[in-house]
Every structure is written in C-alpha cells, then in structure tokens.
C-alpha cells in the first residue's frame, strides 16, 4: 500500500487505475490518504462509513476517497389517500436546515386531523430532446414532419433497446432555424430512467437520419441532449408538459384546525400565498409558484438515493390555498419530480433503508414513493405558509 501511495504521489499510476489494481477497500483509503498529503487536511471523518466501496465504486462513484454524512430525521406519520400509497406513513429527511424535520411534522400532524391527504399522480415520463441539424429551414421542416409521421417505426427502433421503456410520444417538435428538437417521452417503470431513454434515444436518432437520407434529407445529431429535454433545469416545457412524476397532493382543513394549529385563519393563508407564491412568484419571473418545495424533495431525494441534481426540476409547480366557507382548500402540484425505486443511488445501503422506511424499495413502488413525496410536499407547504401568516417564521428558526 505504501508503494503504491508513493507511485501515486510520483504521478506514475492515476486514482482511477486504483480500482483496477487493489481491493476497492485499499484503493479508497490509499486515495484519501493522497488527499490528505497533498492538502494537509486529515480526513478522519470522511473515513468512516458503513456502505459497500465495491457496489459503490461499480455504479455510483469515480476516485471514492470515503463518504458524507447528513443528519437524518424524520417527520410523520403522514396520512396518504393514493392510489398506490394508503396508510400511515414515517417520511426519512436528510437536511442540515433546522426546523426543517420539525415544520414538515407539524403538516403531518395537521393533515391527519383532516383525514389525510388525497394524492395522485397525474402524468408519468421520462424525456430526451436530441438537436438536429439540417441545411435550412425548408428541411427542417421536412424533418419535423417526418418525424411525426413515422412515430410507430421510430417507436420500435427505440423500444429494441430496452425491456422496461416505452415510447409514448415525440412532442412538441420544435424548429429553430435550421434546427429541429424533437422531444421523446418515455414510460420508465420503476427506474428515473435517465440512462435508459438516453440509450433508446440515440439508437431512434441513428435510425431517423438513415431513413431520412433515403428521401434527401440532410440531417445530422448535434447533440443527443438538445435542453428541450429539460435535465436538470427549472423550464416552462417541463412546467406544462411535464418530466418524470408530475403530482397533485390536496387537503380540505376545517377552519377550526386551522385556528388551532396553525395558529392563523384560512383567509389569511389564502392570503399569504396569493402575494408571495402567485403575484411574488411573478413578479420575480419565477417558475416556483410556490413557497419551498426543493426543501423538501432535496430532503427526501438526499435520503432515498435520488439524482440530486434533479431537486432543481422538483422545486418547479403551483401552491394553491382557497379560504372557503368553513375553512382551507390546500393543494401543491408538482409537474417535474423525476425519481425511481431501483438503480442508481437507490442501491447505496443508507439510502435504501429509508426506500424500506417507506416500504418503497424494487420494482413495482415508483408511482407509491411519487405520491408519499407529493404528501410530504403539501405538509411542508402547509406548515410554512401557516407559519408566515401567523409571524411565526422568524421565531422557528432563532
């Protein structure tokens, strides 16, 4: 171990070529002990930790030096009336914001008194928008419409690639000059499905400009991603058509909880949210309708294994709060929550413990786990936008 330290630090092997020649085990603790000297920083925490360094060298991670701990919390039960998920639910936080756990309970508890939540999923795909490009606008359009008038055949070239993907529709196609960005949407199963519609979208692009040659069309694949996708990014494309999960989480609260527990009126939280989530919002040019929702997909994502770089997408959608008569409508919809029960980080041991937690781990739990998020979501929502109108913001946080 020693030599091989001192080869490392004499440039002769690189950290990734660590994996090749030790135990995954060495080569992590070789590499951070690199660190270490050529920092001067002891890592003596990043060290210890309880997860597999083979699993996660294999699939989650490149030049692993140890690992990051989160505190992790939990905030429940939450009361679910799903499709998928019904009953009583403990939702795992990770966050190092505090108040954060305790807000969230507090939603949960309110929401309870109610009856619970109601929670469904509304639409479900994951998207790739390849940019083509051709010699002029004239083929653009030629591009664009054939295309669209060969979905089936692009939709069994694309489907060869996979099990568990299905092409469910190409749309919009939009044309920017003499560039054409088709947008392809795909039913993932339990997976996020990133790789999976990115693999099925390249074999469709290959396909597409060897047919279209055939007909004298010049059309070549800039790049398979185009950002009409939209990845990781907060867009209107993804606000109206939808990415991932798209969620609606509602609850009916009678005016004496409201009193009560949140310390506030109906009216007012209507309020509040018209001049800060709607008319702020817009004033801001914000597609985040709403008062923290990437507080509390970030908090979930972070604990069940999720693409974190995608907390960015679920922080876009629409708080709604109508005072009635006898007391609160409250609804969060959230149109772009991309997130999956199997691969990825969902493999990493800590991360599924808490899919467990939820009794969301493996296939057949995805549409479960989206609909225990979009309840979670309303409960923080709720239990901040009550602390605002009652003042209490500032005290939660001292």
């Not at 030049?63 to 919390?73: C, D, R």
């Not at 920017?176 to 099925?200: C, E, H, L, Q």
């Not at 008569?325 to 980080?345: K, M, R």
């Not at 739990?365 to 109108?389: D, H, Q, R, T």
Request: with cysteine.
């Amino acid at each position: 171990m020693e030599e091989i330290l001192e080869k490392l630090k004499r440039g002769e092997i690189k950290p990734y070529q660590l994996d090749d020649i030790m135990d995954p085990r060495d080569a992590v603790e070789v590499r951070r002990r690199y660190i270490e000297e050529v920092t001067g920083v002891k890592l003596e925490h990043v060290g210890r930790y309880s997860i597999d360094e083979r699993g996660a060298i294999e699939k989650n991670i490149e030049n692993m030096i140890g690992a990051i701990q989160i505190p992790l919390g939990f905030a429940g039960p939450l009361k679910i009336k799903g499709e998928y998920a019904r009953g009583e639910f403990y939702i795992p936080l990770s966050t190092t914001e505090g108040a954060l756990v305790a807000s969230v309970n507090r939603g949960c508890s309110v929401i309870n008194r109610c009856g619970g939540c109601t929670v469904r999923v509304v639409e479900d795909k994951m998207t790739r928008a390849p940019v083509f490009k051709t010699s002029s606008v004239v083929e653009a359009i030629k591009l664009k419409h054939w295309i669209l008038e060969n979905f089936q055949r692009i939709k069994e070239v694309a489907e060869s690639t996979t099990r568990h993907g299905r092409l469910i529709s190409i749309h919009p196609v939009v044309v920017v000059g003499r560039y054409v960005y088709p947008r392809f949407a795909y039913s993932t199963g339990d997976a996020m499905g990133m790789n999976m519609v990115t693999i099925a979208t390249e074999k469709a692009c290959k396909f597409i400009e060897e047919e279209v040659a055939r007909e004298g069309i010049r059309a070549r694949t800039v790049a398979l991603s185009g950002n009409l996708c939209v990845d990781k990014k907060p867009s209107g494309v993804n606000m109206i058509e939808g990415r991932g999960k798209s969620i609606v989480a509602e609850v009916f609260l009678e005016e004496e909880v409201v009193r009560r527990y949140l310390k506030t009126t109906s009216k007012a939280i209507e309020q509040v949210n018209l001049y800060k989530n709607l008319i702020g919002s817009a004033a801001a040019n914000s597609m985040g309708f709403n008062a923290h929702y990437a507080n509390i997909i970030g908090a979930i994502f972070l604990a069940t294994g999720q693409d974190e770089a995608h907390i960015v997408e679920g922080s876009i959608g629409i708080t709604v709060a109508e005072a009635e008569e006898d007391g609160l409508y409250f609804s969060v919809t959230l149109p772009d929550v991309p997130l999956g029960t199997v691969g990825g980080g969902t493999r990493v041991e800590t991360q599924r413990e808490c899919l467990e937690m939820l009794g969301c781990r493996g296939s057949g739990k995805a549409l479960k786990f989206a609909e225990i998020v979009g309840g979670a979501v309303l409960a923080g929502e709720l239990s901040l936008l009550g602390a605002l109108a009652s003042g209490d913001l500032a005290r939660a946080h001292a």
